[in-house]
């Protein structure tokens, strides 16, 4: 068991309570000066004043202390909706968007998403979790702690599984935690353009069973909006990574409104 002491700490920011704060209740924050945390095994046991900690946990029993040299120490932040795997950016989008092109418009072009596509794909392994572990270094350097990582920049077999190992290792090999959402339905590859319906049975019936097996995600998400995914293709694919265990995100009333309002009481959705 590793002990560990935060000390010299000018202000720590904690929330109150034990359980987990939504609405109004994350505005509960205590705020104690002249601080320190105590912590076993990588789970935070006790902050409070540095006194009073170092009488409960004395400094020589610690394995390890950390002195925060004056600063403030805060909750880590918890990014619930990243897409930090891809390759290449769409600056050049950046003119028509705010010229009033339509976003959809952008995707039938062949930009938007696809655009991302078509760069991660030409990226190779080597480069794409590069770029992951530099985007990771970032958000970690801002105080990020826990991110959502989605898929869906690859949208076949190959890309998108590499996508999700990715993210796999660099959980493994960084403090950052990453929790992993397949995003295959982020749009109609060209692949199957003009055949959503087979895209959806590809990913249900080939995707779905390997990502399971190999223990990549923990949740399944997709793109339900006009000119993307119906209603009912969304309720086939999540009806399907229910049935394997993944949790259950959703893109929906993006740009479009109310294309799933009150239209899918049978599943439950977390709302993005």
């Known amino acids: 068991m590793e002990k560990v002491l935060v000390i010299n700490i000018s202000q720590l920011a904690t929330p109150k309570g034990t359980s987990s704060r939504k609405g109004a209740e994350m505005s509960q924050i205590e705020i ?10 990588g789970i935070i046991k006790a902050v409070g004043k540095q006194e009073d900690i170092l009488k409960k946990y004395p400094l020589a029993l610690a394995d390890k202390h950390i002195d925060a040299g004056g600063n403030a120490v805060i909750p880590g932040f918890v990014d619930s909706h990243t897409h930090f795997l891809f390759g290449g950016y769409r600056e050049d989008e950046f003119i028509d968007r705010i010229n009033g092109v339509p976003y959809l418009e952008l995707l039938r ?6 655009s991302t596509v078509k760069a991660t794909r030409e990226c190779g392994r080597g480069l794409l979790k590069s770029l992951g572990q530099q985007r990771l270094d970032e958000m970690l350097s801002q105080g990020v702690t826990t ?35 397949y995003l295959g339905g982020h749009a109609i590859p060209e692949e199957y353009s003009g055949n959503s319906g087979g895209y959806i049975d590809f990913m249900i019936k080939e995707m779905l069973p390997e990502i399971k097996e190999k223990g990549l995600a923990d949740f399944c998400d997709i793109f339900c909006e006009d000119s993307v995914f119906s209603i009912e ?40």
Not at 32 to 41: G, L, R, S, T
């Open 32 to 41: 104690v000066k002249d601080a320190a945390v105590y912590i076993e095994d």
């Open 109 to 114: 072009r062949g930009g938007g998403i696809m």
């Open 147 to 181: 991110i959502e990582g989605k898929s869906g920049y690859g949208l076949d077999r190959s890309c998108e599984l590499e996508m999700l190992e990715i993210m796999k290792e660099l959980d493994s090999e960084n403090d950052m935690d990453i929790v992993s959402t």
């Open 233 to 272: 293709e969304s309720r086939r694919l999540f009806t399907a990574a229910k049935e394997i265990g993944l949790g259950i995100k959703i893109h929906a009333d993006e740009i479009e409104v109310c294309c799933l309002q009150g239209k899918c009481p049978e599943i439950r959705l977390d709302w993005h």
